[in-house]
């Protein structure tokens, strides 16, 4: 399971926070970051964290992060890492300050003005509001009233809200980079899903459709039906 949100997280965003605890260094699941976001194609950030406790080692650090080929800036490579503790605050600007930093160099755009595009990032069920689906929006603005097809789910967006606050506030439209949980669907997607806005609940329901049937024939190796000879050879 953590395997799987690793490889949603590196497809769905444009830079990685890889958090290492400098008291620590890298473990096998810093590994597995690492290769997602590698296979991803996405830049590396990383957040030494911990580094008030006594045992923190950032030479440590910065060793075993090059052995597996993220050269921090400090011994003339090009990744950046960033010592910081996230009990006392110490630091956090600076990630901040270094994230800015990367998404500059990237040159980071998106079309505000366009049907949004995105990942579902989770979905569950909510008594008295129905299946509940938290997307990030990567492209276009999602606003209430669009009709929203997100994995093999469609339905129209009866309503947006905010997302991590006590008491989420009602939103008119989310665009892009924007976090939001969205009141609609039919049913539940699975996270990692791309969504998208169509035209219309026809629209929707045809893009369904061929999602359901992309999804049958690439597991059934592409074939279009099972036929008798198919039975016999298994």
């Known amino acids: ?17 890889l958090v290492v605890a400098a008291s ?4 096998p699941q810093t590994e597995e970051v690492i290769s997602h976001a590698k296979a991803a194609g996405v830049p590396i950030i990383v957040a030494l964290n ?3 406790l006594p045992d923190a080692n950032i030479d440590r650090c910065y060793q075993q992060l090059s052995d597996r080929d993220l050269l921090p800036e400090a011994w003339g490579g090009e990744v950046q890492m960033v010592p910081l503790s996230a009990k006392s605050g110490v630091g956090v ?3 901040l300050a270094a994230i800015n930093v990367q998404a500059e160099m990237l040159e980071l755009t998106a079309n505000a003005e366009r049907g949004a595009q995105g990942h579902v990032i989770e979905a569950q069920y ?5 299946p509940v689906a938290v997307v990030l929006v990567t492209k276009g603005t999602l606003k209430a009233g669009d009709f929203l097809v997100a994995g093999s789910e469609f339905g ?16 008119k439209s989310a665009g892009p980079s924007t976090p939001v949980a969205v009141l609609g669907l ?31 024939v690439e597991r059934d190796g592409g074939r279009k039906g099972f036929t008798l000879e198919d039975a016999y050879r298994r």
């Open 186 to 216: 039919g049913g539940l997607p699975a996270a990692g899903d791309e969504f998208a806005v169509v035209s219309s609940e026809r629209d929707a329901k045809a893009l369904v459709q061929h999602r359901v049937d992309k999804a049958r």
């Open 156 to 171: 129209r967006v009866k309503g947006l809200f905010e997302t991590g606050a006590r008491k989420p506030k009602k939103l």
């Open 50 to 52: 911990k580094v008030d």
């Open 93 to 95: 600007d600076d990630l």
């Open 126 to 130: 909510e008594k008295g509001r129905g």
């Open 1 to 17: 399971a953590f395997t799987a949100m690793r490889a949603r997280g590196a497809d769905a965003t444009d830079i990685v926070v």
């Open 24 to 27: 620590e260094g890298v473990m």
